[in-house]
């Protein structure tokens, strides 16, 4: 996606006691509030990392210096070169957040769309309720290629690999029973 980002930040800063910051050369564009933390306002970024040609690379949402965006939206966008996204954070008070069980805090795509990679957080820990995986990683015709599951410490547990056609190719699981 190709913006004028002059004419994008003058409709996001105007009539706003924030501050805007270019620095030259890097592409990048902030909003300041008063205490100089990054903070979004109108729903807008407060964060806006743009290529040499004018492209978007990254947007993000900050309230008071902590990365936050209401509403369940994403709160930190990243783009590939051709405009689509790359991936997705949803965050809350800087903690990764999401509203509903079943929703992850992270999802990764391929260029065509397609969803790469979809992660689960819950308290800081890439971890899901219920014994679901919180990582599902996908091959680019859509099948789950692995599940996998971790511990606090981010190791991983267990995993189910599968080929493109949905079938299993391998399971692994750490076995916990002490040698006594």
């Given at each position: 996606m190709r913006i004028d980002i002059n004419k994008y930040l003058i409709k996001i800063f105007r009539k706003t006691n924030l501050s805007l910051y270019k620095y030259d050369g890097d592409g990048e564009y902030v909003t300041l509030d008063e205490n100089g933390?990054?903070?979004?306002?109108?729903?807008?970024?407060?964060?806006?990392?743009?290529?040499?040609?004018g492209s978007i690379i990254n947007e993000q949402w900050w309230k008071n210096g902590e990365k936050h965006r209401g509403d369940d939206k994403p709160s930190d966008i990243t783009y590939y070169d051709n405009g689509s996204v790359m991936q997705q954070q949803w965050y809350e008070n800087d903690r990764p957040k999401r509203r509903g069980v079943d929703e992850p805090n992270d999802i990764y795509y391929y260029k065509d769309g397609q969803i790469r990679r979809k992660c689960w957080w819950h308290n800081a820990w890439l971890?899901?309720?219920?014994?679901?995986?919180?990582?599902?990683?996908?091959?680019?015709?859509?099948?789950?290629?692995?599940?996998?599951?971790?511990?606090?410490?981010?190791?991983?547990?267990?995993?189910?690999?599968?080929?493109?056609?949905?079938?299993?190719?391998?399971e692994w699981e750490i076995d916990y029973t002490p040698e006594w």
């Open positions: 933390k990054y903070h979004s306002i109108n729903d807008k970024p407060a964060f806006v990392k743009v290529s040499e040609n971890s899901r309720e219920y014994d679901f995986a919180a990582s599902i990683e996908y091959h680019p015709n859509g099948q789950i290629a692995k599940e996998t599951w971790y511990d606090r410490y981010l190791e991983e547990v267990r995993y189910i690999k599968y080929d493109t056609n949905g079938n299993i190719t391998k």
